[in-house]
Structure formats: C-alpha cells, structure tokens
Nanobody, 122 residues
Framework: QVQLVESGGGLVQPGGSLRLSCTASGFTFVRYGMGWLRQAPGKGLEWVSS????????RYANFAEGRFIITSENAENTVYLQMNNLQPEDTAVYYC???????????????RGQGTQVTVSS
C-alpha cells in the first residue's frame, strides 16, 4: 500500500524559508517520479515541482523557478522541497505526489499524501 507522509509545514514570515519532507513507503521509490502540488484557500490544486525517479531531472512551475528546490534521497525514500523567499501568495496546503511512471508533472499522479499547511504571514 502506497503511503506518502508530508512534514515540515508551518508559519513563516515573508522572505523566510521552509523545507518540506515527504517520506514514501509501499513501492520501489527509485522507479517512480515524485512531485509537489499545492492548494491555496479557495483555489484549485496547482502543480509546483517534479523530480524523476533517480533524482537527476527536475522541473518547476514558473512561480517556483529560482525560489524552490526539489531533491530526493533514495536511501531514505524521501523527497524534499526547499522553499526560499516565501511570500503570502505561497500560503497553501502542500501535497506530495507519486507518479505512475519514472517521471511525471502536473496532476497525473496516482497517489497523494494528506498534505502539510504552509502559511506565510507577518
């Protein structure tokens, strides 16, 4: 059974940083692409970033490019999202997602975690 457990969310001031973690179980981690999506209050689910199964290929949404960094640690079955220079518009629930192939983007995932809240406010 696939399980994705996010952590690392919280309250941060504008300009601050957070590092989200997602620990995966129930599948062979290196064989599948992983990603992060978010949902802001009153808005739809939005793709943030993806990384391929072996961790060499990454891609970002325009708003994340240059501020967010996605990495993975295969030995720990964990994917991270380092978020820098956070702004109030980054406030959202952030979800970790697994894709059905070695790489995926957008909402084509086949499993998703419960999410972790990120609030950016002064």
């Amino acid at each position: 059974q696939v399980q994705l457990v996010e952590s690392g969310g919280g309250l941060v001031q504008p300009g601050g940083s957070l590092r989200l973690s997602c620990t995966a179980s129930g599948f062979t981690f290196v064989r599948y692409g992983m990603g992060w999506l978010r949902q802001a209050p009153g808005k739809g689910l939005e793709w943030v970033s993806s990384i391929n199964g072996v961790g060499f290929t990454t891609r970002y949404a325009n708003f994340a490019e240059g501020r967010f960094i996605i990495t993975s640690e295969n030995a720990e079955n964990t994917v991270y999202l380092q978020m820098n220079n956070l702004q109030p518009e980054d406030t959202a629930v952030y979800y970790c997602a697994k894709y059905p192939t070695g790489y995926g983007i957008g909402r084509t995932y086949d499993a998703r975690g419960q999410g972790t809240q990120v609030t950016v406010s002064s």
